[in-house]
């Protein structure tokens, strides 16, 4: 089978590989059929490193992704204790946790210290013909849901997962910094969480648009304005009830904390580059900001499937480019280089 190994940084090599096993006990073998690209994926790629978690080997890189079920263990059983057939259709949550220890007890997978991750080094990702996966961690996707948006339920998780932790409430104000893929969804499910009033700010005008049609009251280019006085003066200075981070959390988690009101909640979901948090102290302290970092998703997929299924997200509008696996490596130089258009890439690894 071919597969595409990320070797170092934007160094991305497609080659022969062998075969996955037989699959194990509580395990299924995936014929993959398409993987999104996401924007943590790109940190791997430029870098060779996300957080304190640094490729020291070649590794495959892709967690959003869909495939058809191949191969059956046994006790195959998916994500909501059914089993699985050969034939059928399915997404995967890619974070494996021990289902054993403290967190996961509590109803906190995502925070299990004992997971690993499919796409994140050292476990192979998605981006070749055929991969084992956890029974448990597949979905049965419906006909309503094409090949190619299966993927973009990983994405629709993590924006669902942050709108759970931001609370909204009914006519809550809400500002977004970042409307790529993930930022555009939690604008869009802060609509129907029942927001009055959602900022969306982005560098580049195509996702703007979209968060104009999706939506948004309002959805400002930040190289045309400053977004702390936009909210400000549409707010008449009171400031939102929830600001959420959606970027590079660069300096713009700085800004969501000023454009959050007294008393405000401050979402923080992109990750930094550098791995730093900035974030000047007086100005949360003084603001008495409740900040949640938002880590993935828990308990996400049977309600992603249903938006996406009754079209009340319409996850086919976020993709823009389209790849073979043969492509990858110009799929990551694409998305890196933020090229003209670009929203999500999804590749293509078999028909």
């Given at each position: 089978?071919q597969?595409?190994?990320?070797?170092?940084?934007?160094?991305?090599?497609?080659?022969?590989?062998?075969?996955?096993?037989?699959?194990?006990?509580?395990?299924?073998?995936?014929?993959?059929?398409?993987?999104?690209?996401?924007?943590?994926?790109?940190?791997?790629?430029?870098?060779?490193?996300?957080?304190?978690?640094?490729?020291?080997?070649?590794?495959?890189?892709?967690?959003?992704?869909?495939?058809?079920?191949?191969?059956?263990?046994?006790?195959?059983?998916?994500?909501?204790?059914?089993?699985?057939?050969?034939?059928?259709?399915?997404?995967?949550?890619?974070?494996?946790?021990?289902?054993?220890?403290?967190?996961?007890?509590?109803?906190?997978?995502?925070?299990?210290?004992?997971?690993?991750?499919?796409?994140?080094?050292?476990?192979d990702g998605?981006l070749?013909?055929?991969?084992?996966?956890?029974?448990?961690n597949?979905?049965?996707?419906?006909?309503?849901?094409?090949?190619?948006?299966?993927?973009?339920?990983?994405?629709?998780?993590?924006?669902?997962?942050?709108?759970?932790?931001?609370?909204?409430?009914?006519?809550?104000?809400?500002?977004?910094?970042?409307?790529?893929?993930?930022?555009?969804?939690?604008?869009?499910?802060?609509?129907?969480?029942?927001?009055?009033?959602?900022?969306?700010?982005?560098?580049?005008?195509?996702?703007?648009?979209?968060?104009?049609?999706?939506?948004?009251?309002?959805?400002?280019?930040?190289?045309?304005?400053?977004?702390?006085?936009?909210?400000?003066?549409?707010?008449?200075?009171?400031?939102?009830?929830?600001?959420?981070?959606?970027?590079?959390s660069?300096?713009?988690?700085?800004?969501?904390?000023?454009?959050?009101?007294?008393?405000?909640?401050?979402?923080?979901?992109g990750?930094?580059?550098?791995?730093?948090?900035?974030?000047?102290?007086?100005t949360?302290?003084?603001?008495?900001?409740?900040?949640?970092?938002?880590?993935?998703?828990?308990?996400?997929?049977?309600?992603?499937?249903?938006?996406a299924?009754?079209?009340?997200?319409?996850?086919?509008?976020?993709?823009?480019?389209?790849?073979?696996?043969?492509?990858?490596?110009?799929?990551?130089?694409?998305?890196?280089?933020?090229?003209?258009?670009?929203?999500?890439?999804?590749?293509?690894?078999?028909?």
């Amino acid at each position: 089978m071919q597969a595409a190994r990320l070797h170092g940084p934007k160094d991305i090599r497609v080659a022969a590989e062998p075969e996955p096993p037989p699959p194990a006990r509580g395990e299924v073998t995936l014929a993959i059929k398409t993987v999104g690209l996401c924007g943590s994926d790109l940190h791997m790629y430029e870098t060779g490193r996300i957080g304190y978690t640094v490729a020291s080997q070649p590794f495959i890189l892709g967690h959003e992704f869909m495939g058809v079920v191949a191969a059956v263990g046994a006790n195959a059983l998916d994500g909501e204790h059914q089993p699985l057939q050969v034939g059928q259709r399915v997404a995967v949550e890619p974070a494996v946790p021990c289902w054993r220890c403290e967190l996961c007890e509590r109803g906190h997978p995502n925070l299990c210290p004992n997971h690993y991750f499919y796409g994140l080094f050292p476990e192979d990702g998605a981006l070749r013909e055929r991969m084992n996966v956890s029974a448990r961690n597949c979905f049965p996707l419906p006909d309503a849901i094409s090949d190619e948006v299966g993927p973009l339920l990983e994405t629709l998780g993590v924006a669902i997962h942050a709108i759970d932790l931001s609370k909204i409430r009914i006519a809550s104000s809400v500002a977004v910094i970042g409307a790529g893929p993930v930022g555009l969804l939690i604008a869009r499910l802060a609509i129907l969480a029942g927001a009055s009033q959602v900022f969306a700010f982005d560098k580049f005008d195509w996702r703007l648009r979209v968060a104009d049609a999706w939506g948004a009251t309002y959805a400002y280019n930040v190289d045309d304005c400053d977004p702390v006085d936009v909210v400000m003066d549409l707010t008449g200075g009171r400031g939102v009830d929830v600001a959420i981070e959606a970027a590079w959390s660069d300096h713009s988690v700085q800004q969501a904390a000023e454009m959050a009101r007294y008393g405000g909640r401050l979402v923080i979901v992109g990750i930094a580059p550098d791995d730093r948090l900035r974030l000047q102290h007086s100005t949360a302290r003084r603001k008495g900001l409740t900040i949640m970092m938002s880590r993935r998703m828990k308990h996400t997929y049977p309600r992603a499937i249903e938006l996406a299924r009754s079209g009340v997200v319409k996850l086919e509008e976020l993709v823009s480019h389209r790849f073979d696996l043969s492509q990858t490596a110009a799929a990551y130089a694409c998305n890196a280089a933020y090229e003209r258009g670009i929203n999500k890439v999804i590749l293509r690894v078999s028909c």
